[in-house]
């Protein structure tokens, strides 16, 4: 069951990052400093933390009443829409599937990325036939060619559009989700999100285009991490269509898709309960406060079953993915139409 204080603080955490990015602000004004470096970043960490609880209450992890109850909505669009920004009802359609096919090539909603970056030589076959079936030739052969090209430097765009566009799209894409599917709540909360991140600019940052893009830019780099985060919990791990997903079972094909991040435990807020997606992803209702606590007999089972337990630092992850991203790189080279 969740532990409501546990869940209390996270929240008076979350405003209490943001209220430090403003007081920073409106302490040292025209410290450089703070403009472009210390308050974005803190104003990050408080989203981040806010994605963390969305993340929390849509999973059922933070209030103990089932279904969707009125707290769950409100904290969720509190959190998620109006602090974070995005669609609650995306986020919700999106992940339950995630959860339900995890890494399935074509099936799994968060984990498409096909043509920017391949993951899989099974992601191929499916790409083939969509182009082939393009009736301009132009089309196909510009398709093609750039598709063959994102794929050949996706090891070197892997980090940059991460950190730098995944930010400006996820809130472009939800917002888009929202207006087109009439989430009428999504669209108030993420209005909300728009008018007091303006209002923030406006009269926390001096009027210089100048300071407010450079806060702008290194505040949705530094939220741009959650990406990462998110990215490295399942990127370039193994991949299974529906029939090996049912010879495999529930338990080892999660087990196989997934990685664990290995954090101290003074930095574990830092991920969320992002570092236990194994556990997370075998338990999705477990409250994040209770992950560490059945992860070694996750760990047992797994090695009583010869199944691997994956389990990396978060560097050492990113240079896993950076790797097998570029071993996959050269999948398309030799292809022609």
Known sequence: MPDPSFFAWQQVFVFALIAVSVLLLLVWPE???VQVLLAPVFLGLGLKQAAFLGHDTMHHGAIAKRGMTADRTLMGELNAGVLFGISMHMWLEEHNEHHAYTLRPHGDPQFTYFPMWLQTPAEIPEWEKAVQKMPNSTLRWFVWN???ALVRVQHLTFLPLALVVGRVNFLMINFAYAV???????IVAMTL?????SAYIKCLLPESFQARALFVLVHFTWTGVLHVQLLLSHLMMQQFNEREEAALGFVKCQLLTTRNIHSAKWLRWF????????EHHLFPMLPRHQLHDIAPRVRALAEKHGVPYVQLGFFEANWVCLSELHKMSTSLVAMSM
């Open 31 to 33: 410290s450089v400093l």
């Open 146 to 148: 750039a598709t063959k």
């Open 180 to 186: 087109h599917h009439a989430k009428w709540a999504d």
């Open 193 to 197: 999100h728009g008018l007091w991140y």
């Open 271 to 278: 991920h969320g309960g992002l570092d236990m997606q194994i």
